[in-house]
């Protein structure tokens, strides 16, 4: 076994335990690891400045993340620790819809652990470490966005026994993955499937094609989304706190009033839409 293949396995190999942790392993990294870290996190540090909010970005600083190195998750945890009582537990990839959402309602965000490859900087299916901590971590150092992500985990348990997951995904792929937020400065991202997207961060903002209507609870949880390109749609927050607030009240009534309405299309914009920027076919 070659050096690269030892730390391959480590951070990608399968738990034993029962929550689906393992340990990130941080000394197992090899230079070519930290290296392409490096290289994302730089290009995303330019493109970022002036286009995520600013809570994503004293995320970054607070939590002593950089270009140098993969973080190790000791040293996050004890900034995280004491600013919201989150912690990162290392996962070695997609875990079960129960145990992400166990996770969360205790405030601990399952993180990969394992960086993608050279020839997958621009583009890769599953989350790695740096979609997962610096896309996701961020933003876990703000109180609100904080208290979300462990309603969200509760909700989802919830939602596990309602039968109603598929709505609530819709919810956090339309904000805590690809959300935006207006500020006084203008429109800015948060989402972490963005921060994390080279390509989708000037995209989202800057691109004449995709959809940007304003927050809509319900109507978020009735549009289908795509996994395998830029989105055709964003829906974006005036703040965290109208975040927080309408997704407070109990859901059940939700979920009930849902099945009877149709799902709509990821390009479709309804009636009673708060239309920011209707995307043109280009
Ligand atoms: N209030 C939601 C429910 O009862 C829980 C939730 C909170 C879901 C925040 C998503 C986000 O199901
Ligand atoms: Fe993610």
């Given at each position: 076994m070659t050096p690269d293949e030892s730390a391959e396995t480590r951070h990608r190999g399968r738990s034993s335990r029962a929550d689906f942790t393992i340990d990130q392993d941080w000394s197992a990294y090899n230079a070519e690891e930290h290296a392409i870290w490096r290289t994302l996190f730089r290009r995303q540090e330019t493109l970022l400045r002036g286009r995520a909010c600013?809570?994503?970005l004293a995320g970054v600083a607070a939590l002593g993340v950089a270009a140098d190195a993969i973080p190790d998750f000791r040293m996050l945890n004890s900034v995280l620790?004491?600013?919201?009582?989150?912690?990162?537990?290392?996962?070695?990839?997609?875990?079960?819809?129960?145990i992400f959402f166990e996770h969360l309602a205790n405030r601990r965000f399952p993180s990969t652990c394992f960086i993608r490859r050279r020839d997958q900087l621009d583009y890769l299916q599953e989350p790695d470490v740096f979609h997962d901590l610096f896309g996701h971590v961020p933003m876990l150092t703000n109180p609100v966005f904080a208290d979300y992500m462990q309603a969200y985990g509760e909700g989802g348990l919830k939602a596990l026994r309602l039968g109603a997951l598929e709505r609530l995904a819709r919810l956090y792929w339309y904000t805590v993955e690809f959300g935006l937020i207006e500020t006084t400065a203008g429109m800015r991202i948060y989402g972490s499937g963005i921060v994390s997207s080279k390509g989708e961060s000037v995209y989202c903002l800057e691109d004449p094609r995709p959809n940007r209507l304003g927050f809509d609870l319900l109507r978020i949880m009735r549009t289908r989304y795509r996994i395998d390109d830029f989105q055709e749609t964003y829906f974006v927050i005036r703040g965290f706190e109208e975040l927080f607030e309408a997704t407070r009240p109990d859901f059940t009534p939700y979920y009930r009033a849902l099945q009877r309405l149709r799902d709509l299309q990821p390009s479709q914009i309804e009636a009673g839409d708060r239309v920011l920027h209707r995307g043109s076919p280009g």
């Open positions: 600013d809570e994503f620790e004491r600013r919201t009582r989150w912690s990162i537990v290392a996962v070695p990839g997609l875990v079960p819809d129960a």
